[in-house]
C-alpha cells in the first residue's frame, strides 16, 4: 500500500516535534480511520526512538523516514523502527540511527521499560494514558487489584498516586516479572505488591486472600487463546467482583473491539451486580482520537454498592 498523502502525517510531526518532547507519546494514530489512505500507520515516540507501526505494507518507507527527519528541527530523533504487523511474528527493523534496544520511557513522574519493536507491543500502551492519571490522582490509601496486569503500568501509576497495596494478576511469569521492574524502577517497594503470575480463572482463591479491593481494573485482551475471550468470558469476571471488592468499591473496565462497546460492559456489570452504578466512561488519550470511538478502546467506569458484600462465590 502506497502512501498517497502524508500531509497528515507531516503536520502532527511538525507539530509534535517543535518542542523538546521527553515523554513517550503517540505521534500518529492512522488506526483511528480519520485519514483516508494512512489507516495502516502508526507512529509512537520512546525519546529518542519513534517506532513506525504499519498493518500494511509501507511501499515508500523512505519518503516516510526523511519526513520525519525533517519534521525534527531539533535534532531529537536517533533511532527509527519500522514493525510489520501484517507480517507473521510482527518482525521489525531499524531503518534509521542505531540499533534498537530496550529503553527507559518517562511519563510524567514515571518511568517504564519499554522494548520497541523486538515484540509485538512495546511493554507500554500509551492509549491508556490518562487513566494511569487518574490512579494517580484517585488511589491515596486503596488496595489496587490489576487484573491482566501486563507489565503493570496501572499499578506502578497506583502505588505513584499512594496506593498502600497492589495485587497484579496475568498468566504471563514474563509480563509479571517485567512488571515488578518496573516497580522497582518506580522506586516502590515490592512488599507492596503481590504477583499472581497464573491464569486468573485458577487463582480467585489467593485473589481473595489480598482483598478486599478498593479499586479493581479489568483490562484484558481481546482474545487470549486458552486464556480469555471478551465476548465469552467476561461475564464470568463481572459475576464475581462481590467476591473481593470493598464496599464503594471502583471498578475499571476495559474493552478495545470492533465488535463490542462499552454498552457491552454496561450490561454485563449491571446484569451481574444490579446495585452498583455506572459512572461513565473514561478519557482515551486524546492523541488515539478514534473516527468511530465506540470500536476503538472503551474505558468504563462503575462503583460497587456501598454496604458489606454478601459471601456469595
Known amino acids: 500500500m502506497t502512501l498517497s498523502n502524508l500531509d497528515p502525517i ?20 492512522g488506526r483511528g480511520q480519520r485519514f483516508p489512505g494512512l489507516e495502516h500507520i502508526c507512529i509512537d515516540w520512546f525519546r529518542p526512538l519513534i517506532l513506525i507501526t504499519a498493518y500494511a505494507e509501507i511501499d515508500d518507507i523512505e519518503e516516510l523516514t526523511q519526513m ?12 527509527i523502527v519500522l514493525q510489520n504487523r501484517f507480517e507473521r511474528g510482527a518482525p521489525a527493523q531499524t531503518i534509521y540511527g542505531d540499533k534498537a534496544g530496550p529503553l527507559i520511557a518517562n511519563e510524567g513522574s514515571l518511568r517504564f521499560d519499554v522494548h520497541p519493536g523486538t515484540q509485538q507491543n512495546t511493554g507500554l500502551f500509551l492509549d491508556m494514558r490518562c487513566l494511569r492519571d487518574w490512579l494517580l490522582e484517585n488511589s491515596r490509601d486503596a488496595n489496587l487489584l490489576n487484573l491482566f496486569a501486563y507489565t503493570c503500568s496501572l499499578s506502578v501509576a497506583a502505588l505513584a ?12 511469569k ?33 485473589i481473595k486472600q489480598f482483598g478486599r479491593y478498593d479499586i479493581v481494573i479489568i483490562d484484558p485482551p481481546m482474545r487470549q487463546r486458552g486464556s480469555f475471550d471478551s465476548a465469552k468470558n467476561y461475564a464470568a469476571v463481572m459475576k464475581k467482583l462481590h467476591n473481593f471488592c470493598a464496599p464503594g468499591a471502583k471498578v475499571i473496565a476495559t474493552i478495545n473491539s470492533p465488535f463490542l462497546s462499552g454498552d457491552y460492559l454496561q450490561e454485563l456489570f449491571e446484569k451481574h451486580n444490579p446495585e452498583g452504578s455506572y459512572l461513565g466512561e473514561m478519557a482515551v488519550a486524546p492523541e488515539f482520537e478514534d473516527k468511530f470511538p465506540e470500536r476503538g478502546l472503551n474505558i468504563c467506569l462503575f462503583e460497587m454498592p456501598n454496604f458489606g458484600n454478601p459471601a456469595v462465590s
Do not use: C, Y
Request: net charge positive; charged share 20%; aromatic share 8%.
Open 161 to 172: 498516586g499512594g496506593a498502600r497495596s497492589v495485587t497484579n494478576v496475568d498468566m504471563s
Open 174 to 206: 514474563t509480563s509479571i516479572k517485567w512488571g515488578e521492574a518496573n516497580h522497582t524502577l518506580n522506586q516502590q517497594d515490592l512488599r507492596s505488591v503481590q504477583s499472581i503470575p497464573h491464569n486468573l480463572f485458577k487463582s480467585w482463591g489467593r
Open 68 to 79: 520525519l527527519l525533517l519534521a525534527d528541527g531539533l535534532k531529537q530523533i536517533r533511532t
Open 10 to 29: 507531516e503536520k502532527s510531526a511538525a507539530a509534535f516535534f517543535a518542542s523538546n518532547q521527553s515523554d513517550a507519546r503517540r505521534i500518529f494514530h
